[in-house]
């Protein structure tokens, strides 16, 4: 099962436009909007905890997923992608059901954020390593002073001079 975009194209590619390195910098965005959204639009109640847990998990998501901007990179981007599935839904569904959409910055925050995270989902070519075959940062070249047992994880030993 594919993850591609069913829908955007980036220009003579027929691939979607987004790929993992950007996708990872606009998440790290997407948390902090998330984690900044109750104290600059006075969030209060479920809206609230909501920001903070859709900007932990998507954060932490980020942060362990096989992209050049990962931290610890165990997730694998196609799963990324397909983790992504139900929380994109959550965005929305989440805050209808809490009672969080009552508030109007809520509604207007929450709304809009979920209108760019589905568009920026759409957008993303979550085949991108797949293609590569499977070339994620587990088969990228050896950093100097890396063992080969040492690829895949976050951990980078320099050399000494």
């Given amino acids: 099962m594919s993850t591609s975009s069913p829908v955007a194209r980036g220009p003579g590619t027929g691939r979607p436009p987004v790929d993992p390195t950007t996708h990872g910098a606009i998440d790290y965005g997407f948390a902090a909007a998330n984690l900044l959204a109750p104290s600059l639009?006075?969030?209060?109640?479920s809206a609230k905890a909501l920001c903070y847990l859709f900007g932990t998990s998507q954060g932490l998501l980020n942060a362990?997923?096989?992209?050049?901007?990962?931290?610890n990179r165990i997730?694998?981007?196609?799963t990324h992608g397909r983790l992504e599935t139900p929380f994109v839904a959550s965005l929305v569904l989440l805050p209808?059901?809490?009672?969080?959409?009552?508030q109007r910055n809520a509604r207007a925050y929450l709304l809009s954020f979920f209108g760019i995270a589905y568009a920026h989902y759409m957008l993303t070519d979550y085949d991108a390593y797949e293609r590569n075959g499977g070339a994620?940062?587990?088969?990228?070249?050896?950093?100097?002073?890396?063992?080969?047992?040492?690829?895949?994880r976050s951990v980078l030993v320099t050399a000494e001079s």
């Fill in 41 to 45: 639009f006075g969030l209060t109640g």
């Fill in 64 to 71: 362990l997923t096989d992209h050049p901007l990962g931290v």
């Fill in 75 to 78: 997730i694998p981007f196609r």
């Fill in 96 to 102: 209808l059901l809490s009672g969080a959409l009552k």
């Fill in 136 to 152: 994620g940062r587990a088969d990228r070249p050896a950093v100097e002073g890396e063992t080969p047992t040492m690829r895949g």
